[in-house]
């Protein structure tokens, strides 16, 4: 049986986070949209989400590549498209890459055994962003004609009458989110840490995780830069695979990631090379 027809290049639209069913729709419709214009018939048009949410825009690249396909336009469906989110982007998406070519991933479609698969890796191009595309303005003029009436408030909050349980979580885990983390790649690395959380249940699993992004936490050289409290351990350059290692090593098994922490101590410290992550296939994981 001949191996069936994989588009020479897919359209995917970049969303930054959701963890709703109503998000995943509205995405979709856009994509069906996009699929019903002047669309090749050899492009794929998909989604895929820069923070939480699934499909996670790693696991799509790397199916993307998988399946053969040749070339992927990002199209980034973000306002404000900060400057430091397409560099991150730029950055990872090299990373990736890099990592691709050091591991063998294991194919979930196509073919008829799975197996390996080539380590090829698509032409990935960056659309601008949004503010800077010409027809931005009709879409704008458009919104502005349909605007829908808010209901007016009365000024009063009815207390939820289910109530609520305080949660027994005992880790609190800190996800920089200053200028050089998002640089570096942290939006990403928080995206990845919160799609593990939902898929293991790390809220209720184990001692009970809860996850947060913070403003500058300080050490901007050592980006991505992450803190787990109570015991206050600092990780630096924090990739997915680091992250993957944190959770099934420090927060449910108690023992620190020596590989990627650092200790306070006086005196400047430079990010070293993470020795013993090797990145783990995207396939395996939300």
């Known amino acids: 049986m001949s191996e069936p027809h994989r588009p020479a290049r897919a359209l995917l639209i970049a969303a930054r986070s959701s963890v709703t069913a109503a998000a995943d729709r509205e995405l979709e419709t856009l994509c069906e949209r996009l699929r019903q214009r002047q669309v090749p018939e050899a492009a794929r048009v998909l989604y895929a989400y820069t923070e939480q949410g699934v499909p996670a825009l790693r696991t799509v690249l790397h199916q993307l590549a998988d399946d ?3 070339e992927v336009v990002l199209l980034p469906l973000l306002l404000p498209m900060e400057p430091g ?15 691709r070519g050091n591991a063998t991933h294991n194919g979930s479609g196509g073919g008829s055994g799975g197996g390996s698969v080539s380590s090829a890796w698509p032409v990935v191009r ?6 800077g595309v010409a027809a931005i303005d009709t879409v704008l003029d458009e919104m502005a004609q349909h605007g829908r009436v808010a209901p007016p408030a009365d000024g009063t909050r009815v207390p939820d009458a289910e109530g609520a349980t305080v949660p027994t979580q005992r880790h609190r885990v800190l996800v920089c989110a200053g200028g050089p ?4 790649g942290a939006a990403l690395v928080w995206g990845h840490l919160r799609n593990i959380q939902k898929a293991r249940g790390l809220r209720t699993e184990g001692p009970g995780v809860m996850t947060c992004k913070t403003t500058c936490l300080g050490p901007c050289g050592l980006g991505p830069v992450m803190q787990v409290w109570p015991d206050g351990t600092w990780y630096g350059g924090v990739d997915e695979a680091g992250v993957e ?12 990631v020596a590989e990627l922490s650092y200790v306070v101590q006086p005196g400047k410290q430079w990010l070293r090379a993470t020795a013993g992550l090797t990145p783990s296939s995207p396939a395996a994981l939300p």
Not at 85 to 99: D, F, N, T, Y
Not at 126 to 131: E, L, M, R, T, W
């Open 85 to 99: 989110l397409a560099l991150s982007l730029q950055r990872v998406i090299k990373r990736w890459r890099r990592e």
């Open 245 to 256: 290692r944190i959770v099934e090593q420090h927060l449910l098994s108690g023992a620190p």
């Open 181 to 184: 983390c998002t640089d570096a």
């Open 68 to 70: 053969g396909v040749a």
């Open 126 to 131: 960056i659309a601008p962003a949004p503010a």
